[in-house]
């Protein structure tokens, strides 16, 4: 998927020393620089990628932006868009975006993802195979060698229907990696309701994974499955801000 930025093109540069939330922000802001007018746009979810909506927001209300409709990813984001005036549209609208910003989890060196430990895996997942383009923002700390090896969770949506009995597939699928499986749990201590009124069980690996297209295809084999957190070859670039400065990684 050919991209071009809107704006100048984006060099690696020195950058003094910085929060992470400057780091998320600098990436977001770089992110931003490929939108233009017109564009339908799908918008993430995350600390990272409320960077990125605040950013549109700020650019249509200056008029450097104009006729952007969003699809967002999450309740929160539809929030956050409404509250900045950003027009907004759905899939059935819209099935085709221009362009789709949004974190990651997880980057590996061939830029497939782990995402959804902000829950919003499903309705990511469906916007981003719908966009065109699909930048991913994210500060340093994201890079992995390898997909599962932060030994964080790795979450797959499933309906609460016996849900259970998938925790106990979902393990025993990745015995070998060492995987422990847990019910993701809300603030009050219940289970996490996604938007799609789901379940997460989150994955966590020993080992990091060794072939994501595998393991992706065997936890959606199982009936019950909703969405997994493994988004493979769907990246177009990954804007990576780091201590040494912001790079562009694209394959
Ligand atoms: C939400 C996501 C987020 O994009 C991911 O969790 C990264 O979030 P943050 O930018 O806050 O680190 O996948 O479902």
Not at 48 to 71: C, H, M, N, P, S
Not at 124 to 142: L, N, R, T
Not at 158 to 168: G, I, P, R, Y
């Amino acid at each position: 998927k050919s991209l071009r930025p809107r704006a100048i093109s984006i060099k690696a540069q020195a950058v003094p020393a910085l929060t992470q939330d400057d780091l998320k922000k600098l990436a977001a802001d770089k992110a931003v620089d490929y939108v233009k007018s017109g564009m339908a746009l799908g918008l993430g979810t995350g600390s990272t990628a409320a960077f990125v909506v605040d950013r549109i927001g700020q650019l249509l209300k200056t008029g450097e932006l104009r006729d952007i409709v969003g699809i967002p990813t999450s309740k929160r984001t539809e929030e956050q868009a409404k509250s900045l005036n950003i027009p907004l549209t759905t899939l059935d609208d819209h099935p085709s975006l221009d362009l789709a910003i949004d974190g990651a989890d997880e980057v590996d060196p061939e830029l497939n993802l782990v995402k959804g430990r902000g829950g919003a895996l499903l309705r990511e997942k469906m916007v981003e195979a719908a966009s065109k383009s699909f930048v991913v923002v994210a500060d340093e700390s994201k890079l992995v060698s390898g997909l599962g090896g932060s030994k964080l969770a790795m979450p797959v949506e499933v309906v609460q229907f016996c849900w259970k009995f998938n925790l106990v597939r979902l393990q025993d699928l990745f015995r070998e990696l060492g995987c422990e499986a847990k019910l993701r749990e809300g603030e009050n201590g219940k289970p996490y309701i996604t938007d799609n009124f789901n379940y997460i069980i989150d994955l966590y690996f020993e080992t990091p994974i060794k072939d994501g297209v595998s393991a992706g295809t065997e936890i959606g084999k199982l009936e019950g499955v909703v969405e997994h957190g493994l988004f493979l070859d769907m990246a177009t670039a990954v804007i990576i801000a780091g201590k040494t400065g912001v790079e562009v990684k694209s394959k």
